[in-house]
Protein backbone atom coordinates (compact mmCIF):
# COMPACT_ATOMS: atom_id res chain seq x y z
CA UNK A 1 0.00 0.00 0.00
CA UNK A 2 3.25 2.56 0.15
CA UNK A 3 1.75 3.37 4.09
CA UNK A 4 -1.23 5.59 4.88
CA UNK A 5 -1.73 8.64 2.49
CA UNK A 6 -3.81 11.43 2.93
CA UNK A 7 -7.13 11.44 1.93
CA UNK A 8 -7.22 7.19 1.24
CA UNK A 9 -10.34 5.50 2.03
CA UNK A 10 -8.94 2.11 3.24
CA UNK A 11 -11.71 -0.78 3.92
CA UNK A 12 -10.93 -3.79 5.44
CA UNK A 13 -12.94 -6.72 5.28
CA UNK A 14 -12.94 -10.37 6.05
CA UNK A 15 -15.00 -12.95 8.10
CA UNK A 16 -15.83 -12.29 11.80
CA UNK A 17 -12.50 -13.47 13.93
CA UNK A 18 -10.05 -12.62 11.43
CA UNK A 19 -8.51 -9.68 13.55
CA UNK A 20 -9.56 -6.46 12.07
CA UNK A 21 -10.72 -5.02 15.11
CA UNK A 22 -6.80 -5.43 15.87
CA UNK A 23 -5.07 -4.51 12.70
CA UNK A 24 -7.40 -1.43 13.41
CA UNK A 25 -6.53 -0.79 17.15
CA UNK A 26 -2.84 -1.81 16.09
CA UNK A 27 -2.69 0.87 13.31
CA UNK A 28 -4.65 3.68 15.71
CA UNK A 29 -2.07 3.01 18.35
CA UNK A 30 1.13 3.56 16.24
CA UNK A 31 -0.58 6.31 14.22
CA UNK A 32 -0.98 8.12 17.42
CA UNK A 33 2.61 7.00 18.86
CA UNK A 34 4.04 8.32 16.07
CA UNK A 35 2.14 11.18 16.19
CA UNK A 36 2.78 12.45 19.71
CA UNK A 37 7.04 12.78 19.96
CA UNK A 38 7.14 14.50 16.89
CA UNK A 39 4.94 17.04 18.26
CA UNK A 40 7.11 16.84 21.98
CA UNK A 41 10.63 17.71 19.45
CA UNK A 42 9.04 20.27 17.61
CA UNK A 43 8.42 23.11 19.92
CA UNK A 44 6.63 25.26 17.85
CA UNK A 45 3.86 22.61 17.14
CA UNK A 46 0.66 23.40 18.66
CA UNK A 47 -0.65 20.28 19.13
CA UNK A 48 -0.10 16.77 17.79
CA UNK A 49 -2.41 15.56 15.30
CA UNK A 50 -4.51 13.01 16.83
CA UNK A 51 -6.10 9.72 15.54
CA UNK A 52 -10.02 9.00 15.92
CA UNK A 53 -11.18 5.25 16.44
CA UNK A 54 -15.29 5.25 16.40
CA UNK A 55 -16.01 1.95 17.87
CA UNK A 56 -19.93 1.30 16.37
CA UNK A 57 -19.62 -2.23 18.03
CA UNK A 58 -17.15 -2.13 21.34
CA UNK A 59 -17.19 -0.29 24.15
CA UNK A 60 -14.07 2.34 24.92
CA UNK A 61 -13.08 -0.12 27.71
CA UNK A 62 -13.12 -3.38 25.48
CA UNK A 63 -10.81 -1.41 22.67
CA UNK A 64 -8.31 -0.07 25.28
CA UNK A 65 -8.11 -3.63 27.29
CA UNK A 66 -7.70 -5.23 23.44
CA UNK A 67 -4.81 -2.41 22.97
CA UNK A 68 -3.05 -2.67 25.89
CA UNK A 69 -3.23 -6.48 26.07
CA UNK A 70 -1.73 -5.73 22.07
CA UNK A 71 0.63 -3.83 23.11
CA UNK A 72 1.98 -5.06 26.60
CA UNK A 73 2.25 -8.31 24.79
CA UNK A 74 0.22 -9.98 27.08
CA UNK A 75 -3.17 -12.35 26.62
CA UNK A 76 -6.74 -10.16 26.90
CA UNK A 77 -7.92 -13.16 28.53
CA UNK A 78 -5.27 -13.01 31.23
CA UNK A 79 -6.12 -9.41 31.96
CA UNK A 80 -9.75 -10.32 32.24
CA UNK A 81 -9.48 -13.40 34.70
CA UNK A 82 -6.77 -11.69 36.65
CA UNK A 83 -4.14 -14.51 35.90
CA UNK A 84 -1.18 -12.33 34.73
CA UNK A 85 2.35 -12.56 36.39
CA UNK A 86 4.35 -9.76 38.08
CA UNK A 87 6.36 -9.17 34.62
CA UNK A 88 3.12 -8.64 32.36
CA UNK A 89 1.80 -6.41 35.00
CA UNK A 90 4.80 -3.86 34.82
CA UNK A 91 4.46 -4.17 30.87
CA UNK A 92 0.61 -3.20 31.45
CA UNK A 93 1.28 -0.23 33.73
CA UNK A 94 4.53 0.75 31.35
CA UNK A 95 2.54 0.34 28.15
CA UNK A 96 -0.65 1.96 30.02
CA UNK A 97 1.58 5.18 31.47
CA UNK A 98 2.03 5.85 27.29
CA UNK A 99 -1.30 5.13 26.32
CA UNK A 100 -2.88 7.90 28.42
CA UNK A 101 -0.57 10.73 26.68
CA UNK A 102 -1.10 9.59 22.87
CA UNK A 103 -3.55 11.54 20.62
CA UNK A 104 -5.98 8.71 20.43
CA UNK A 105 -9.49 9.69 20.91
CA UNK A 106 -11.66 6.44 21.31
CA UNK A 107 -15.89 7.08 20.56
CA UNK A 108 -17.94 4.20 21.53
CA UNK A 109 -21.02 5.86 20.44
CA UNK A 110 -23.34 2.88 18.87
CA UNK A 111 -25.68 3.66 15.88
CA UNK A 112 -24.05 6.60 14.31
CA UNK A 113 -25.26 7.99 11.07
CA UNK A 114 -22.67 9.19 8.86
CA UNK A 115 -23.48 13.10 9.46
CA UNK A 116 -22.81 12.88 12.67
CA UNK A 117 -19.81 11.10 12.32
CA UNK A 118 -18.63 13.20 10.22
CA UNK A 119 -19.85 15.84 12.13
CA UNK A 120 -17.61 14.56 15.15
CA UNK A 121 -14.73 14.27 12.69
CA UNK A 122 -14.86 18.02 11.54
CA UNK A 123 -14.62 19.16 15.64
CA UNK A 124 -12.02 16.76 16.77
CA UNK A 125 -9.39 18.29 13.62
CA UNK A 126 -10.82 21.85 14.65
CA UNK A 127 -9.91 20.87 18.38
CA UNK A 128 -7.07 18.87 18.68
CA UNK A 129 -5.69 18.54 14.63
CA UNK A 130 -6.59 15.13 13.20
CA UNK A 131 -4.31 12.73 10.79
CA UNK A 132 -6.56 9.49 10.63
CA UNK A 133 -10.28 8.39 11.66
CA UNK A 134 -10.72 4.90 11.89
CA UNK A 135 -14.17 3.57 11.77
CA UNK A 136 -14.83 -0.18 13.11
CA UNK A 137 -17.64 -1.81 11.70
CA UNK A 138 -19.10 0.58 9.11
CA UNK A 139 -21.71 -1.46 8.23
CA UNK A 140 -23.45 -0.56 11.83
CA UNK A 141 -23.73 3.15 11.05
CA UNK A 142 -27.01 4.64 10.02
CA UNK A 143 -27.10 6.09 6.56
CA UNK A 144 -29.52 8.52 5.14
CA UNK A 145 -30.68 7.26 1.78
CA UNK A 146 -29.35 9.45 -1.46
CA UNK A 147 -31.68 9.57 -4.24
CA UNK A 148 -30.03 7.67 -7.05
CA UNK A 149 -27.57 5.31 -4.57
CA UNK A 150 -27.96 1.66 -5.39
CA UNK A 151 -26.13 0.45 -2.85
CA UNK A 152 -24.33 0.45 0.90
CA UNK A 153 -20.77 1.45 -0.90
CA UNK A 154 -22.21 4.52 -2.63
CA UNK A 155 -24.23 5.48 0.36
CA UNK A 156 -20.88 5.59 2.22
CA UNK A 157 -18.52 7.37 0.02
CA UNK A 158 -21.49 10.12 -0.44
CA UNK A 159 -20.29 10.98 3.13
CA UNK A 160 -16.37 10.42 2.75
Known amino acids: ?16 GMGKT ?9 VASA ?31 RVLAEQAEVSSSSIRRGEIEETQFDRLLHVRESMRRLPLFIDQT ?4 IAQLAARARRLKRQRGLSLVIV ?24 A
Do not use: C, H
Open 22 to 30: SLATNIAFN
Open 110 to 113: GALS
Open 136 to 159: DYIQLMQGKPQRGAQNRVQEVTAW
Open 35 to 65: RQPAAQRNATAQRPDSVAFFSLEMSSEQLAT
Open 1 to 16: MGGLQPTDLIVITGRP
